[in-house]
C-alpha cells in the first residue's frame, strides 16, 4: 500500500493555465523530491526539501515551484504550463540513508 | 563528478532465462546503492539496496544484486525471468554526506519472450 499520494494521477491542461500538482506522505519523512521524467527516459530531480520551510532547486532547471509548509505536503506548481512541461511527474519522500518511498506520479499533458 | 551509468538501453531475455542488468557508478564518498523497478505509467518500486556487510544483497521478486567495490558495480540478477518481470530498472547510488539525494541511472528497459 502507499504511503505516499500524489493527485492527480493524469491532468490534462490547455496552455496558460496555473497547476498544482498535489504530493502527500504519512511516514513522518523530512526529505522529499520532485523528479520529472519523459516516457522511457531517465528521472531529473527539479526540487527537493529538506524539511519544513526548505526547498531547494533540483540539477535540472524547471519553471515550477514547490513549497513544504507542513512536514507531509509537497506541492509543485506551474503558474502558466506550457506544452513543454507535458511530462510525467514523480513524487518522492525518504529517511537518512534509506532510500526513497515514491508516489504512483501525475503524468501531465498541457495541449 | 559523480554518476550512475547503466549500459544497457534495452534487454530482451526469454521467460525462464536467467537475466543481468549492468550498473556502474563514479562516486566519490562511499556509496549505498538501490535498485528499482518501474511498470509502465507507475512511479518507482524499491527492489534491494545496499548499506554495507553482505555485498550479496537479496530483494523482493526473486532479484538479487552483488556490490563489488573493486569494479564499482552494481549488478541485478535474477535466476529465472517471469513474463511480469518486463518493466523499467534503474540503479541509484546516494552518499552518507548527501543528505539523501541519489543519483539515478538512465534506465534498462527489460522485455520478455514467451
Known amino acids: 500500500e502507499a504511503d505516499i499520494y500524489q493527485t492527480p494521477r493524469y491532468l490534462v491542461i490547455g496552455t496558460g493555465k496555473k497547476i498544482t500538482l498535489e504530493c502527500s506522505q504519512t511516514m513522518g519523512h523530512d526529505k522529499m523530491y520532485w523528479y520529472q521524467q519523459d516516457p522511457g527516459m531517465e528521472l531529473h530531480l527539479i526540487h527537493y526539501s529538506y524539511g519544513v520551510n526548505s526547498t531547494e532547486k533540483g540539477d535540472l532547471s524547471s519553471e515550477s515551484t514547490v513549497s513544504r509548509i507542513r512536514t507531509e505536503h509537497f506541492p509543485l506548481t506551474l503558474e502558466s504550463a506550457r506544452p513543454s512541461h507535458t511530462s510525467q511527474y514523480l513524487c518522492a519522500s525518504s529517511e537518512q540513508a534509506r532510500g526513497y518511498t515514491f508516489g504512483s506520479g501525475t503524468r501531465l499533458t498541457v495541449v | 563528478a559523480q554518476s550512475v551509468t547503466q549500459p544497457d538501453i534495452h534487454i530482451t531475455v526469454s521467460e525462464g532465462a536467467s537475466l543481468e542488468l549492468r550498473c556502474n557508478y563514479s562516486y566519490g564518498a562511499t556509496p549505498y546503492l538501490f535498485w528499482y523497478v518501474q511498470s509502465p505509467g507507475q512511479g518507482l518500486q524499491l527492489l534491494l539496496k545496499?548499506?554495507?556487510?553482505?555485498?550479496l544483497v537479496q530483494g523482493i521478486k526473486g532479484f538479487e544484486a552483488e556490490f563489488k567495490r573493486s569494479q564499482s558495480s552494481f549488478n541485478l540478477r535474477k535466476p529465472s525471468v517471469h513474463w511480469s518481470d518486463a518493466a523499467e530498472y534503474f540503479c541509484?547510488?546516494?552518499?552518507?554526506?548527501?543528505?539523501?539525494?541519489?543519483?539515478f541511472g538512465q534506465g534498462t528497459e527489460l522485455s520478455v519472450k514467451p
Open positions: 545496499y548499506f554495507s556487510g553482505d555485498t
Open positions: 541509484a547510488v546516494g552518499a552518507y554526506n548527501q543528505g539523501g539525494k541519489l543519483i
